[in-house]
């Protein structure tokens, strides 16, 4: 299949194109880094675009049977004005654009799979699925306003949108941050501890993208999360022990998340418990399933 991915130089990215090139795909990524442009072997090139000004040389492009959506400015950057405008424009022109770019292509892709985000349910400690209400607040907004744009531009393919949970990884993400701090013997628990934490294994996550790519799932939303969340304060331990590190300290109250980070510390006080059903009924399995297993790998300790 010749596959399109946007965001393909990011931390979810990379990995994707590694699997879908050992799968035997064609892979175009767009990518806004001019330098990076050019053939890197004869099943993959990076080619340059800008969603703001709309440049893109759509010759570079050959027909394209299925399309993986990352691009997007980070969310764990600092919840500046400015930068919440740039989450939401770096995700919203850019689904326009390649829109645009693949409603002009002579033969429309078959999929879309695009990347969205737990962030989207409000917080709650009960199971949800993805016939919950939308939650309040930045993350939740811009993670409809995301979802609703490819699927209105592009009608007639098959839309599928995963909303993703903590990814769990020892080179990227939560887990760079946090492995420091709990490697040092000095991480705790955050907020009353109480709140869920729905996780997905980084390598199930790539799977989860090429099989909503290559098999028979049906356009929509899905909740892209292992089967066990945790509360923040299992995790906690769990990493803790993982790394056969003391875990003693009291948590950090809610109101110094608050003091520090602003309306970003939500990312970690929210409470999200994710039912993965839905999409495992189009059979997919998770291969790390409990939070301990997916951590004691992370580490290269199973
Ligand atoms: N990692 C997580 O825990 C997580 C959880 C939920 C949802 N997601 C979503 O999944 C997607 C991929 O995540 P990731 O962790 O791989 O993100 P990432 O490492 O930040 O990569 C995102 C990619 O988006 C492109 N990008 C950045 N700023 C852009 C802009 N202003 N305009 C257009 N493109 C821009 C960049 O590619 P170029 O520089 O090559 O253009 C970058 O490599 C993101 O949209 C993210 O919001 C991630």
């Known amino acids: 299949m010749n596959v399109l991915v946007t965001g393909g130089t990011g931390f979810i990215g990379k990995q994707i194109i590694q699997a879908l090139l050992e799968k035997g795909h064609a892979v175009t990524n767009l990518t806004t880094q001019c330098k990076q442009e050019g053939r890197v072997s004869e099943m993959f090139q ?8 709309k440049e893109l040389n759509k010759s570079l492009l050959n027909s394209i049977q299925g399309v993986i959506h990352l691009a997007g400015y980070s969310v764990a950057n600092k919840w500046s004005t ?20 693949l409603n002009e292509m002579d033969t ?4 879309l799979v695009g990347a969205s985000a737990s962030g989207f349910y409000p917080n709650s400690e009960e199971i949800q699925d993805e016939n919950a209400l939308k939650g309040t607040g930045f993350l939740s907004d811009l993670t409809q306003q ?7 531009l592009l009608p007639s393919i098959k839309n599928i949108h995963l909303r993703i949970g903590v990814v769990l990884s020892a080179n990227d993400g939560a887990l760079k941050k946090l492995t420091p701090i709990f490697k040092a013997g000095i991480g705790s628990a955050v907020g009353n ?3 869920y934490m729905s996780w997905v294994h980084e390598k199930d996550l790539v799977s989860l993208f090429i099989h909503c790519l290559e098999n028979n799932v049906a356009s929509g939303v899905y909740n892209a999360t292992s089967d066990i969340p945790v509360t923040n304060y299992k995790f906690s331990k769990t990493l803790a022990m993982v790394l056969r590190k003391p875990f003693f300290l009291p948590k950090v109250p809610a109101f ?18 994710l039912s993965n059903l839905k999409i495992k009924s189009t059979a997919f399995e998770f291969r790390f399933k409990n939070i301990h297993d997916a951590l004691s790998n992370v580490y290269g300790k199973n």
Do not use: D
């Open 146 to 152: 995301w979802e609703e744009a490819s699927t209105s």
């Open 46 to 53: 990076h080619v340059y675009w800008n969603p703001t000004t």
């Open 193 to 195: 501890g109480n709140q």
């Open 82 to 101: 400015a930068n919440k405008a740039l989450m939401v424009s770096s995700r919203i022109s850019s689904t326009e654009f390649l829109c645009e770019i």
């Open 108 to 111: 429309l892709p078959n999929v």
């Open 256 to 273: 110094v998340l608050k003091v520090l980070f602003g309306e970003m510390s939500q990312l970690v006080l929210v409470s999200q418990r």
